[in-house]
């Protein structure tokens, strides 16, 4: 019987996939996104991941995708309506997610501002401001009525590490940790709190900032992303960190648009 949610999350850097029995997470897989693959190599993919927890794609009765990525937005619709007869769902501004705008053109907002959107008034039922740390960090804020209040999108820590790497030559690639503390001894630890601790001072600065400036009330604000707790145990203003977040959220989304 056909009562499985799978949830696809595609990022510049990686793709995540979730597989939802009503709201349970079953399983979930993270992956490198690779925009050469075909829709037959990324059945393969999925179908192996799959098999893995003795499940396939004939147990999936919706779909849901959020991309940034739009090269692999037809692969992946392409892979369901060719190897599934599942409902196929795309999140985008055209959805009605019950959401409201301070702009009357909101096409431009992004798949995965929407979705982090979505849970936070589901989910979290409060005013929210929610950090989404990948290949860029974005930080949002979202009323508990629904309005999106808007975003600021700042390079990523990965990213923005390599970038330093690259141009200065006496700098090594180091394995991201927590830094001993604010100030190193060594060019390793000096970096590690650079890198980390810079980060979350960031994070901390702009949610103190859109706390002060929005005139909201019982704020709940959460970290999510593959570096989120790293970055987050140097925070003095993230309150949780939620792994699942995006994925809970669309899978809200399938359950609930109809």
Request: aromatic residues 8%.
């Amino acid at each position: 019987m056909k009562n499985r949610i799978i949830v696809i999350d595609i990022g510049n850097t990686n793709l995540v996939i979730g597989l939802y029995d009503d709201d349970q997470l079953l399983s979930s897989w993270r992956l490198f996104t690779d925009k050469s693959r075909t829709e037959d190599e990324y059945f393969i993919v999925i179908s192996s991941l799959l098999l893995s927890i003795k499940e396939d794609l004939e147990n999936i009765a919706i779909a849901v995708l959020s991309s940034v990525v739009p090269q692999l937005n037809r692969v992946i619709r392409k892979l369901f309506e060719k190897y599934s007869n599942c409902r196929f769902i795309q999140v985008n501004s055209e959805m009605d997610l019950n959401l409201k705008f301070l702009t009357p053109d909101y096409s431009h907002i992004g798949a995965d501002l929407l979705a982090i959107a979505y849970t936070s008034v589901h989910k979290y039922k409060t005013n929210t401001i929610i950090c989404d740390l990948g290949t860029a960090t974005t930080i949002q804020l979202t009323g508990k009525d629904g309005t999106f209040y808007g975003a600021s999108i700042i390079p990523g820590v990965k990213s923005s590490s390599n970038i330093l790497f690259e141009k200065a030559s006496q700098l090594t690639d180091i394995k991201l940790e927590r830094p001993k503390g604010i100030l190193g001894l060594t060019t390793k630890d000096a970096l590690l709190s650079g890198i980390i601790n810079g980060h979350a001072f960031i994070l901390d600065g702009f949610i103190r900032r859109i706390k002060e400036e929005y005139n909201l009330k019982d704020y709940k604000t959460i970290a999510t992303g593959g570096i989120a707790r790293l970055i987050c145990s140097c925070s003095q203003e993230i309150e949780i960190v939620d792994d699942s977040l995006i994925l809970d959220g669309l899978n809200l989304i399938g359950r609930n648009i109809k």
